[in-house]
């Protein structure tokens, strides 16, 4: 009785990984593309540069351009500067993702439509106790979204 659940989840997480690896795909298909617009006319706001606030972190950097912090203001600059950097990384990704997401509809509904399935199986398995209340309202929304890939053909995501 346990099988099939198993077979779904494990079902479920390809599908998952198979989005993952699409989004994957689409990210740097997106950024290599605006890299290479930006790079006709001006820098990329992908690529780090010292006027948006990043630079390169070589394992053997230049000795002109490699400070040594001597006193503890420099070291907790530094850190607070490549703490700034790491959030502004994140930003860009995440817009990165939502554009990516927005300009193809049929990746983003199979993503939504994967996510709201795999608490099903996990609940039945019993590795995510997740209530029922919850996992209806999943089993609901992920009908909803297959209702809409029948509605509209385009939105069915091609493999």
């Given amino acids: 009785m346990i099988g099939w659940r198993?077979?779904?989840?494990?079902?479920?997480?390809?599908?998952?990984?198979?989005?993952?690896?699409?989004?994957?795909?689409?990210?740097?298909?997106?950024?290599?593309?605006?890299?290479?617009?930006?790079?006709?006319?001006?820098?990329?706001?992908?690529?780090p540069t010292p006027e948006n606030g990043e630079f390169s972190l070589s394992p053997f950097p230049s000795p002109a351009?490699?400070?040594?912090?001597?006193?503890?203001?420099?070291t907790a600059r530094l850190n607070r500067q490549l703490r700034l950097n790491r959030q502004l990384r994140h930003h860009r990704q995440l817009r990165l993702l939502v554009s990516v997401l927005r300009s193809n509809p049929p990746l983003l509904l199979d993503l939504l439509k994967n996510l709201c399935d795999v608490f099903i199986p996990l609940d039945l398995l019993a590795l995510y106790p997740a209530g029922t209340g919850f996992v209806g309202a999943c089993g609901l929304a992920s009908s909803i979204l297959t209702i809409l890939t029948i509605i509209h053909p385009w939105l069915k995501l091609k493999p």
């Fill in 6 to 47: 198993r077979y779904y989840l494990f079902a479920l997480i390809l599908n998952l990984t198979r989005d993952a690896y699409e989004i994957h795909l689409l990210m740097e298909r997106e950024a290599w593309s605006s890299s290479a617009k930006g790079s006709l006319s001006s820098p990329s706001p992908l690529a």
């Fill in 65 to 74: 351009s490699a400070p040594v912090p001597a006193f503890p203001i420099i």
